[in-house]
T-cell receptor, first 114, second 113 residues
Framework: EAQVTQNPRYLITVTGKKLTVTCSQN?????MSWYRQDPGLGLRQIYY???????DKGDVPEGYKVSRKEKRNFPLILESPSPNQTSLYFC?????????????FGQGTRLTVV | AQSVSQHNHHVILSEAASLELGCNYS??????LFWYVQYPGQHLQLLLK??????LVKGIKGFEAEFIKSKFSFNLRKPSVQWSDTAEYFC???????????FGKGTKLSVKP
């Protein structure tokens, strides 16, 4: 089954403790991205990757890192999480960057930083 | 920069009422347009998409949307809503060479049985 898989689904952590949220897709998609969803703000893009070893900042990249060493994986790293990063995070992938392609979303990761 | 506006934050309807959710975008070039739905506690699912061609697009679950280029709009419609349509709806646009997806802030739809 074609899917985008995120882990973990739920995470509670303390301020400053490094964490990684994994994202994997099995559709051989070139383009992957991370969003955070906050009430009243919709989804905002954190980082995106157009292919292996090609990543770039989205609209809200501060406090986050990503890597794209393999096509299927696009982990989101919070080196020193803070309470304002408490949010619902979604990973998405699409066949390629550019036009005429739709995004597939993971199930989401609800992160709470205390 | 691209942006997407969804006019209604929260819409409350009774079952069988008709639905129209507004979406306007700002981008001067060719765009792809999407509506996603998020049921409570779930991830985003694609309702429908517009790439080119017929500006009236039919999606899943009886939803449709009309692309009006002159108005930069892509409103979502359904003739008769059901209680199971209670969800949050997001309009999104992508354009340009990178095609990053830009979302509106979402509209919560509550359908009373």
């Amino acid at each position: 089954e074609a899917q985008v898989t995120q882990n973990p689904r739920y995470l509670i952590t303390v301020t400053g403790k490094k964490l990684t949220v994994t994202c994997s897709q099995n559709m051989n998609h070139e383009y992957m991205s991370w969003y955070r969803q906050d009430p009243g703000l919709g989804l905002r893009q954190i980082y995106y990757s157009m292919n292996v070893e090609v990543t770039d900042k989205g609209d809200v990249p501060e406090g986050y890192k990503v890597s794209r060493k393999e096509k299927r994986n696009f982990p989101l790293i919070l080196e020193s999480p803070s309470p304002n990063q408490t949010s619902l995070y979604f990973c998405a992938s699409s066949q390629r960057a550019g036009k005429n392609t739709e995004a597939f979303f993971g199930q989401g990761t609800r992160l709470t930083v205390v | 920069a691209q942006s997407v506006s969804q006019h209604n934050h929260h819409v409350i309807l009774s079952e069988a009422a008709s639905l129209e959710l507004g979406c306007n975008y700002s981008y001067g070039g060719t765009v792809n347009l999407f509506w996603y739905v998020q049921y409570p506690g779930q991830h985003l699912q694609l309702l429908l998409k517009y790439f080119s061609g017929d500006p009236l697009v039919k999606g899943i679950k009886g939803f449709e949307a009309e692309f009006i280029k002159s108005k930069f709009s892509f409103n979502l419609r359904k003739p008769s809503v059901q209680w199971s349509d209670t969800a949050e709806y997001f309009c999104a646009v992508s354009g340009g060479s990178q095609g990053n997806l830009i979302f509106g802030k979402g509209t919560k739809l509550s359908v009373k049985p």
